[in-house]
């Protein structure tokens, strides 16, 4: 699927850094279910079990001058940029120690500093952000990407179409990454897309498009470096769409009466931490040994930001009208 | 009271100052808005104009025409019919540190945007902690009067007043028209700059000397002992003829401009009601739920008993606005209906 896209060589030192930051992921999203069980976490919470090689893949190709448009399943998304897990944890929980000072919550996650910009949860809401982002990218004259992620669902809506046409006509760089799960919450992507072969879609936009194996993290990285790479040589817009699937609900409310459970266990054992954990040992680059160090690694690093989450403080009530409209300086 | 300077004003001000002296001091409201566009794109290279027809054909009201010339594609940008692609990229841009300044034709058309204004110009400041400001400026012409029927004709800034994060501005006068857009871009939050149809065609003087206004506070057009009739945009000059009207009738009315719905200026509003003790409001918009509404209510809560009789309202009647001349009128605020509201609240309550 991912034909033409030049393949980085797998090696002991890359497959192990993928996997830890993997790791960490899935290892976040437990604490999550748990969590919400316990009551810490409330409100909507979507998790992306399943999807790690998605947000793992496509961070790597990015570079801290580069920009991040995401959603509301952007746990995943967050950590791999490199934010703060201890600040993640303590968005779920409400605190003033938050990434977004509590504010947001688990669908909007930010950090400035980072250029992550949300923790987008109106389906579509992000695109025509990024294609702000990457116009100001393009004025300032920097070699500079912004990267935006969306599911499927997004793809039905108006402000999909309106921006894939926009980038294209003003070639701003924007890397579309399409997380196919092959779900708009409850909706089969059958049962709400007219042609289901994503990159075809776009491409009379004059968008380049390719379909990557969203399991297989190297493919994900080598298709998202090779988009990159392109777009700061000058190339316009590409959009990758990444065929994953999500392994828990839509969100903590969800029966999944949409879908049968057979055809979760037949993604689950193509799940990315599974195909890439077997992959590894079978090339003999990861033993049984590492894969366990990892493991434990990111469930204490997970613990400390539990710990940190509940100790950090709540914002007083009195505080309840900041954030309304700007506190710093005008520059 | 003369329209104060804010800090934020002031240093636009600067820059905009050489614009300010080289204009000629009679003109239309349309060269006030343009000239207002000139100069912050000339003192700020940050700052960029987009929206549909703004380049070639310059602009649906004629506001940005030569502006494409001046200051190339850049600067100028013409954008497709995609209203929530390009508020949405006016609103990127802003947070990652430009100065843009989107043309929405006219409110109407605002609606397709509506995702982007709310929920991500209004509320990206607040989802994130205070982490990421919007300072971006979107225009658009607003109100009814040229029997455009119910699909054209939205008065609908007073609607998007309810909104937290959002500043609201209502250019009604030359001055305005020329300096309010300076403000709104010195202003870190997004402001939406809404200037009446009716207006462009309206020609004055510029205020000689006059560098920057703030967007802060409400300004008296005109003093009167007997009532005060609090308005904004398009109506304040219907107010000003109704005030008129009642003078030759021996009713003083002072007029009230309220000049930015959001934040109000309830400082202004509660001075002028303890002034006069009469209070008609005067809106476009539709009465039900109306930024009049508000005002009425914040009147009622913070200056009750210095009423002399209930506050009235001049509003459009609820009904949308219908093409024939006749209905339309009968649909608007009017010198007339002003008048007759003004003129049966001096005929009730009362000190015996």
């Known amino acids: ?331 | 009271m003369p329209e104060l300077l804010a800090s934020g004003a002031a240093r636009a001000a600067r820059s905009a100052a050489p614009q300010a002296l080289a204009a000629p001091a009679h003109m239309s409201y349309r060269e006030a808005a343009r000239e207002g566009l000139r100069a912050a794109l000339q003192a700020d290279a940050r700052v960029f104009l987009m929206g549909e027809d703004v380049g070639r054909y310059g602009g649906c009201y004629a506001v940005t025409k030569g502006l494409l010339q001046e200051f190339g594609p850049e600067r100028i940008r013409d954008t497709p019919l995609s209203e929530s692609a390009f508020v949405g990229a006016g609103i990127g841009a802003a947070v990652a540190g430009l100065r843009p300044i989107v043309e929405i034709m006219t409110v109407n058309f605002s609606l397709l945007a509506l995702d982007q204004i709310l929920n991500n110009a209004a509320t990206l400041c607040h989802m994130s902690g205070g982490q990421v400001n919007v300072p971006v400026v979107i225009r658009m012409a607003t109100g009814a009067g040229r029997q455009l029927a119910a699909q054209h004709s939205h008065s609908l800034e007073g609607w998007y007043a309810h909104i937290p994060g959002l500043r609201v501005v209502t250019p009604a006068t030359i001055d305005d028209a020329r300096f309010m857009l300076a403000a709104a871009l010195a202003c870190p939050d997004p402001v939406l700059l809404f200037e009446h149809i009716f207006l462009y065609n309206m020609e004055g003087e510029l205020s000689p000397s006059l560098a920057a206004v703030d967007i802060d506070h409400a300004a008296v057009r005109r003093s009167g002992r007997d009532l005060v009739l609090i308005t904004y945009g398009g109506s304040l000059h219907k107010c000003l003829a109704a005030a008129e009207q009642l003078a030759a009738q021996g009713i003083e009315a002072e007029v009230l401009d309220l000049r930015t719905l959001r934040p109000l200026d309830d400082a202004a509003i509660m001075a002028a009601v303890r002034r006069t003790h009469r209070a008609v409001i005067v809106d476009e918009g539709w009465r039900s739920g109306s930024i009049a509404a508000e005002v009425s209510t914040r009147i009622m809560e913070q200056a009750f008993y210095d009423l002399d009789a209930p506050v009235a309202r001049v509003c459009t009647v609820e009904v949308p606005v219908p093409y024939p001349k006749h209905l339309e009128d009968a649909a608007l605020p009017s010198p007339e209906r002003i008048v007759q509201a003004a003129q049966q609240l001096m005929s009730s309550g009362g000190p015996p």
């Open chain 1, 1 to 331: 699927m991912s034909a033409g896209v030049q393949q980085a060589a797998v090696t002991r030192e890359r497959g192990l850094r993928l996997l830890r930051e993997m790791l960490r992921i899935r290892c976040f999203e437990d604490a999550c279910v748990r969590l919400y069980g316990e009551l810490k976490i409330r409100g909507f919470l979507h998790l992306c079990n399943g999807e790690e090689a998605v947000a793992v893949g496509t961070m790597q190709a990015l570079e801290p001058t580069d920009a991040v448009v995401s959603t509301y399943r952007e746990h995943g998304h967050a950590l791999a940029r490199g934010l703060s897990m201890n600040a993640l944890m303590a968005e779920m929980f409400g605190r003033e120690s938050g990434s977004s000072h509590g504010r947001g919550g688990s669908m909007h996650i930010f950090d400035a500093g980072k250029l992550f910009y949300g923790g987008n949860a109106i389906v579509g809401g992000g695109l025509p952000l990024s294609l702000g982002v990457a116009l100001a990218q393009k004025l300032q004259g920097r070699k500079s990407v912004t990267a935006c992620l969306f599911g499927d669902g997004a793809v039905a809506e108006g402000e999909f179409h309106e921006s894939l046409n926009l980038a294209a006509l003003w070639r701003l760089p924007v890397l579309f990454l399409c997380e196919n799960n092959l779900y708009a919450m409850g909706t089969a992507i059958e049962r709400a897309e007219s042609q289901l072969d994503l990159p075809a879609k776009v491409r009379p936009y004059g968008v380049e498009a390719q379909a990557v194996d969203g399991m297989d993290v190297f493919a994900v990285e080598d298709a998202s470096r090779a988009a990159v790479a392109r777009m700061r040589g000058g190339a316009g817009p590409a959009l990758l769409e990444l065929r994953t699937y999500r392994f828990r609900g839509h969100s903590m409310f969800d029966a999944q009466l949409y879908r049968d459970k057979a055809e979760v266990e037949a993604w689950q054992k193509k799940g990315p931490l599974i195909t890439l954990t077997a992959r590894l040992k079978a090339e003999g680059l990861l033993s049984e040994d590492d894969f366990q160090r990892l493991e434990r690694e990111a469930r204490n690093e997970v613990a400390a930001a539990v710990e940190f989450a509940e100790q950090a403080p709540w914002e007083p009530v009195g505080q309840l009208e900041r954030f309304v409209y700007a506190e710093r300086p005008h520059a």
